[in-house]
């Protein structure tokens, strides 16, 4: 909605999109729960946004002197009739604005920042939980972002193929850090967020419907996410809890999802990069193919490759998890040790996990220490439940 508001005002005026949006919403909200949710939600919505917009260019006295000339409107009654919500508007809009907002007019990061929070709706906490910064230092940073897009004059408009390969990359890192915060979310007191997860699967799928953005890393990038959703309904209990890849009920795969990954990943293979995507949509796949008894040993190939490309903490505490299971715990606690990334939770867990069946004193220790460095409500009574087991309490 946003996204197509503002190919009309143009993104120097983007506020007033996000407030005619955030409006609509709340008309929505007020009527709803009087009237009840209509036949068709979103056409409603779509409505009531388009009348905002009307009403909003006849009646503000700014539209007369600023924005007329910018959106090359006729008259009053001409104002409201290219608010056009048809699915091809709002997904061009869409594609559109992803590539308006990852600028290089900011820094990468404030690119990243800036996309999560207009085109995917983050808060301003989540961003600097995703960066792992203070909530009041990203707030500024998002500030400065939009004023440098605001000064440099840029429109929403179709972009030539030079400036989309200049942004994709960008573009696929805010998606993925999107599905990231949705997959394992560190807000919210909620581990999954299955709303961020599809809305990262929706606009990769943009993606893959423009000839210019269907590149292999794209396709890559999205068979990643369907592995990976496939799985969402195992990873967690009745009570909200984690479970661990080894006791999850595979009945609840969603095998409809793994086939297109499947599709996806085929269609990645048509050219010859090899991308971080490539490699973590390799090791999804790998997790699904359950009847393979060599898939630890594919698993940890790919993840030895992704360290090389693109290093990071998670990716070595998950090729560490993997060495585990094919040379098993004792070799893995040196692997792992020699990480010695004290100051992260997911350290500590990981070797909790393998010092469970070799010293129980040391795997508490190890899982208290992750509980204290977790802000996740939920993972920490998951891993105080752990600790009890291991103690021989069953009480939760």
């Known amino acids: 909605m946003t996204a197509v508001l503002c190919s009309r005002f143009g993104l120097q005026h983007i506020e007033v999109a996000e407030d005619i949006a955030s409006d609509t919403f709340l008309k929505a909200s007020e009527n709803w729960a009087i009237d009840g949710v209509p036949e068709n939600p979103e056409a409603w919505l779509y409505a009531v946004a388009k009348n905002k917009a009307r ?45 308006a907002v990852c600028n290089s007019v900011n820094s990468v990061e404030s690119q990243i920042c800036l996309a999560l929070q207009i085109l995917c709706g983050f808060s301003v906490e989540e961003i600097a939980n995703a960066f792992l910064t203070k909530t009041e230092t990203m707030k500024k ?66 993606l893959t419907e423009n000839s210019l953005t269907d590149t292999s890393q794209t396709n890559a990038l999205l068979a990643l996410m369907c592995f990976q959703s496939s799985r969402l309904d195992a990873r967690i209990d009745g009570s909200g809890e984690t479970v661990l890849f080894d006791k999850q009920d595979k009945s609840l795969w969603d095998r409809s999802l793994i086939e297109r990954a499947n599709y996806y990943l085929v269609s990645a293979t048509n050219g010859n990069e090899i991308s971080k995507y490539h490699l973590e949509a390799g090791i999804a796949y790998w997790h699904t193919a359950s009847a393979d008894e060599n898939k630890w040993q594919h698993i940890l190939q790919l993840y030895n490759q992704l360290i090389l490309i693109e290093y990071s903490p998670v990716a070595a505490l998950n090729r560490t998890f993997a060495f585990a299971k094919v040379y098993g715990h004792e070799k893995a606690i040196v692997e792992a040790e020699k990480l010695n990334l004290t100051g992260n939770n997911h350290y500590h867990e990981l070797l909790g996990y393998l010092y469970a069946d070799i010293n129980i004193e040391k795997a508490v220790n190890q899982y208290e220490q992750a509980i204290r460095l977790t802000k996740s409500k939920m993972e920490k009574q998951t891993l105080q439940k752990e600790i009890n087991r291991l103690k021989g309490d069953n009480r939760i």
Do not use: H, W
């Open 141 to 206: 940073r998002l500030q400065r972002a939009r004023t440098n897009l605001r000064n440099d004059s840029f429109q929403i408009k179709p972009l030539s193929e030079a400036e989309i390969k200049s942004r994709l990359d960008i573009v696929l890192k805010t998606l993925y850090l999107l599905f990231n915060e949705g997959y394992f979310s560190k807000t919210n007191n909620r581990l999954i967020r299955k709303e961020l997860c599809s809305e990262a699967v929706r606009l990769a799928l943009i």
């Open 55 to 99: 009403d909003y260019l006849k009646r503000i006295a700014f539209f007369e002197t600023e924005v007329r000339e910018t959106v090359k409107l006729k008259g009053p009654d001409d104002a409201g009739q290219d608010f056009d919500f048809d699915d091809q508007t709002i997904s061009d809009s869409q594609l559109a604005m992803i590539f």
